[in-house]
C-alpha cells in the first residue's frame, strides 16, 4: 500500500513546483531561449544567526547538472493532461547546458549574497530552482546550527544524536553531510555516519539497563561486550548509577569504561558530583558526556561555568535546527538577454545582474568585510564564487573545494571576527556593503 | 563524486544509531530475546500546539515489518569492526515478527498517549526505534502544522507551497502525505503530489514576469497559455498590477483568468482594493490567491476582518513547521519478561505495561476526554490503537484506516471541542487520565 521511501534519479526532475513546468512550457511555446541568470540568496539573516555557513550548493550544482526527464517522469506528466505532447518529447530530450557559480561548501555567507547563480537559457535555468533551493537549504539550515554547537563547545567533542529528530530519511543521511563540514566530531547515525565519513558513536539507551536485573548488571554485560564504552547513569538516580559504575570497576578492575553519560537532571551539579565520584575513587580517566535537550547555549553556559564536562551529545535542538528551521531562500532572475532584472515588490527587492563577492580580511587574518560586485568587475580581496559547473559539466578542480569543506571550516572558526563567534541573537556588524558599479545599476 | 540521495530498501536498516545495533549484539550475545514491549509518546506538547495529529505511525509500522539487512548493509557494518561475523550472520538473517499497534493515521493525540506500541523479542523491538521515530516524527509534526492552517482558514482552500523549505527529498515527498491526512487542499509540489495524490495547484513566478518586456505581455502570454490560470501582480506594483489584469481582459475578453496572486506587502488593504478594482470591472469571478509569509495566526486575522481573499499558498511557515519543528518522541521499553518497566530520570519518567487508549465523546458526538489505560482493560469509550502488524504481518483491515485517514480527519475536524481549535498558545484542557489500575500500577 505504501509509497516508496526514495527518489529515484528518473523522478527526480519532478520533485519540483508545478509553475515550473507550466512556466518552461510557456518559454517554450513563445520561442523564448535567450541567456538567463538566476541568483540564491536570502534577504535577512534568522535572528538567531549572525552568519549561515553555505552548504549543499556544490552538491546541487552537481547533481541537477545531471538532471534528466527520464521516461517515468514524462508519463506522469503526461497523465497530468497539462502538457503538450511536444513539449514533453522536448522536455525528455531537456539536458543543462549552462554554467553554476557557487560559494565553495562551508564559506560563511550574509545576506544578500549569492550562495549560487546559474547561467543559461531561460528554460534550462528556471527549471532547476525548487530542487537547488530544496537541497542547499538543508545542508545549510543544518550546518549553521552545527557550528554554533562547535564553537560553543571551545574544542570538546560535540556528536550528533539527531537522526530521531531529523525530517525523514534524506534529511537524515545528507544532514550527517553538512555536520562533518560543520565540524562536529561524530554521529550516532550509522548510515550518515559511513556515507559522509564522520566517525560512529554510540552509547546505550535506558531500554538496555530496565531490561536488566539492575543497573550493575546491565552496566557490567556491557562493559564486557563493549570495551571503552559509555554508560548512561540516569535511569533511576544519576549518583547512584556512578556509584554502581565505581563498584562495578572495583569489583572487576579490568572492565575499561571510557565515559559516563548524564542524560537529565541539573547537569552543571551531576557532573560536578559525578566527577568528585570518579576522581575520589581513582577513576579520573572515565569522561563525562552529557546530552539531555542541550544547545549552544547551555553548552556555552557549562563551560562558561567550568563544568566538568569533557563531551556533549546533542539531538533534538540539532536535528531540525529548532530555533531556525528554514532560511528564507530566494532564486531570482537578475539578467535576461544581457539586461539586468530587477523586482520592486515590498521588502523583496533583489540586485541587478550576475554578481561577485570580493571577502576582505584585517592585519589579522580575520574576516574584515565583504563587497558584493558585478561579476565582471575586479576589486581587491578574494572573489568567493567559483564557477562548480560549466557548460553543463561539473569542474573538478572547484568540486575538490567540496572535499576540503571541513578542514576550511575549521580555519574560518579561527578567522571569525569576534563578533561573529557571539551567540546571543543579533547581527555581527560585519560589513557586506555593495560596489559601486553595482550601487549605481541598482 | 557526490552520494546518492536515496536510500535503498537493502540499506534502510542502517539508518538507525549505533546503539541499537550495539545493544542488540549484547543482547544476542546474552541470550537476552523474553519478549519486550516498547512505547512510541512524547512528554509534553509543543507550547504552540493543543494537540498533534499522529501521522506515519501505520506507514512506518508496515515499513518496518518488512526490514531487512542487505549485503550491502552487513559488509557495511563489517567494515566497521564493531560487529561479531556471527552476530553479522544472525543479522542478516534478522526479521520482524512481532506485533506493533498503532493510533490509525490521522488520529488527534496528547501527552503520554502511545502512538504506536511494539512487541516483539527485545533484539527485534530495540532494532525499530530510530528509523520509527525518524519516520512517525516527521509526518506527525507537518500533519500538526498543516491542520492548523485549514481551521484558520475556515473552509477556504489551503495550498502547500513548502517545498522549498522542506528539510530534504524524503521531507519534500513524504511530508505531502501528512499534508492530504491534514486537509490541505492542494499541493504545488510535482512529484509529492502525484505520489500521494494531492491535486497540483501552480501559479506564476515573478522571473517570468521580468523576462518579458512589460508585465501586460507577461501576463497576456501566460493566460493564452495556461486558461484559468492565476497571475502574479505583486511584481513592481500590486494595484497596478491588479490594473494591468483588468486592462488586458478588456483587451482581450476571451482569456479566461481564475485568479490574481498577492505576494507582498500589506495584504489586507492589497486584496481589499484589488476586490474592489476587480469588482469595479465586473470581474467579480476573479478570485484571489494570498501568499507570502502566512501561517495560521495571519490567515486567521485576515479572515476575522472579512478581508476577501479566496485561497491562502503557504510555504515558509509549513515546510518545516517552523514554529514547532521538533516533536520529543520517547521511544521507551514499558515491558520486558512480562514484568512493567519504567525509569525514574527526573522529568522523564514514563507509564509502565502494554496500553490502551480509550476516548470519550459527548452528547454532541464531540471530544470530551482520554483514558490511557492498560491494554487487557476493558473500559468506556473506543479503544484508539489498532494492530496493524500481526506477527510480523501487515493487517489490511486496520492498514485501510491509514487510506481513508483524510477523511477521518476531515470529520474529526468537526468534533473538536472548542479549546482544541483555539491557535493561541495554551494547552486545550483535554482530559487525559490515567485508569485506576494504570494508576495502581504505576
Redesign the interface.
Known amino acids: 500500500?505504501?509509497?516508496?521511501?526514495?527518489?529515484?534519479?528518473d523522478?527526480?526532475a519532478?520533485?519540483?513546483?508545478?509553475?515550473?513546468?507550466?512556466?518552461t512550457?510557456?518559454?517554450w511555446?513563445?520561442g523564448?531561449d535567450d541567456q538567463?541568470t538566476?541568483s540564491l540568496f536570502f534577504r535577512r539573516l534568522p535572528a538567531e544567526r549572525r552568519f549561515m555557513l553555505a552548504c549543499g550548493q556544490q552538491?546541487a550544482a552537481?547533481?541537477v547538472s545531471r538532471l534528466r526527464f527520464g521516461k517515468r517522469a514524462i508519463a506522469?506528466?503526461a497523465?497530468?493532461g497539462?502538457f503538450d505532447d511536444a513539449f514533453l518529447d522536448w522536455l525528455a530530450n531537456w539536458r543543462f547546458e549552462g554554467d553554476i557559480w557557487t560559494l565553495p561548501e562551508g564559506t560563511p555567507v550574509f545576506a544578500n549574497e549569492p550562495l549560487l547563480e546559474v547561467d543559461a537559457p531561460?528554460a534550462q535555468a528556471?527549471l532547476l530552482?525548487?530542487l537547488i533551493?530544496?537541497?542547499v537549504?538543508?545542508e545549510t539550515?543544518l550546518a549553521s546550527k552545527a557550528i554554533r554547537l562547535v564553537m560553543a563547545a571551545r574544542g570538546r567533542p560535540v556528536v550528533d544524536?539527531g537522526?530521531?529528530?531529523?525530517?525523514?530519511?534524506?534529511?537524515?543521511?545528507?544532514?550527517v553531510?553538512a555536520y562533518r563540514t560543520a565540524g562536529l566530531a561524530g554521529t550516532?547515525?550509522?548510515?550518515?555516519?559511513?556515507?559522509?565519513d564522520l566517525p560512529?558513536?554510540?552509547?546505550?539507551?535506558?531500554?538496555?539497563?530496565?531490561?536488566h536485573d539492575s543497573e550493575r548488571e546491565a552496566f557490567r554485560?556491557?562493559a564486557r561486550?563493549?570495551p571503552g564504552?559509555t554508560l548512561l547513569v540516569?535511569?533511576?538516580?544519576?549518583l547512584a548509577g556512578v556509584r554502581e559504575v565505581i563498584a562495578l570497576l572495583h569489583e572487576e578492575p579490568d572492565l575499561s569504561i571510557g565515559a559516563i553519560r548524564l542524560?537529565?537532571?541539573h547537569l552543571e551539579e551531576l557532573a560536578r558530583s559525578a566527577r568528585q565520584l570518579l576522581d575520589e575513587a581513582g577513576l579520573d580517566d572515565v569522561k563525562i558526556v552529557a546530552s539531555s535537550g542541550l544547545d549552544e547555549h547551555a553548552i556555552d553556559a557549562l563551560l562558561a561555568a567550568d563544568v566538568p564536562i569533557d563531551a556533549f551529545g546533542v539531538g533534538?535542538q540539532l536535528?531540525?535546527?529548532?530555533d531556525a528551521?528554514?532560511i528564507?531562500?530566494s532564486y531570482?532572475?537578475v539578467e535576461?538577454a544581457g539586461e539586468p532584472?530587477?523586482?520592486?515588490?515590498?521588502?523583496?527587492a533583489n540586485l541587478p545582474g550576475r554578481k561577485q563577492v570580493y571577502r576582505h580580511v584585517d592585519a589579522a587574518g580575520r574576516l574584515a568585510g565583504d563587497t558584493i560586485a558585478g561579476r565582471d568587475e575586479q576589486l581587491d580581496g578574494s572573489p568567493l564564487l567559483v564557477r562548480s559547473v560549466t557548460q553543463g559539466q561539473?569542474d573538478p578542480q572547484t568540486?575538490a573545494l567540496?572535499?576540503s569543506a571541513r578542514e576550511r571550516v575549521a580555519q574560518t572558526r579561527q578567522r571569525l571576527p569576534e563578533s561573529l563567534t557571539q551567540l546571543a541573537p543579533g547581527d555581527g556588524n560585519y560589513p557586506v556593503t555593495l560596489s559601486e558599479a553595482l550601487s549605481a545599476r541598482r
Request: proline share 3%.
Open positions: 500500500m505504501t509509497a516508496p521511501l526514495t527518489v529515484e534519479e523522478e527526480l519532478l520533485l519540483t513546483d508545478l509553475y515550473q513546468l507550466t512556466m512550457q510557456a518559454y511555446r513563445e523564448m538567463a538566476f552538491h552537481e547533481l506522469r506528466l497523465e497530468t497539462r531561460i528556471q530552482e525548487s533551493m530544496n537541497l537549504q538543508l539550515v544524536f537522526l530521531r529528530r531529523m525530517h525523514g530519511v534524506d534529511a537524515a543521511v545528507r544532514g553531510r550516532s547515525n550509522v548510515l550518515g555516519g559511513l556515507r559522509h560512529l558513536n554510540g552509547t546505550m539507551a535506558h531500554s538496555y539497563i530496565l531490561a554485560a556491557f561486550h563493549m564504552t540516569d535511569t533511576h538516580d544519576t542524560d537529565s537532571g533534538t536535528g531540525a535546527s529548532a528551521p528554514v528564507d531562500l531570482k532572475l535576461y532584472r530587477i523586482k520592486h515588490s515590498p521588502g523583496k561539473p568540486m567540496a572535499e
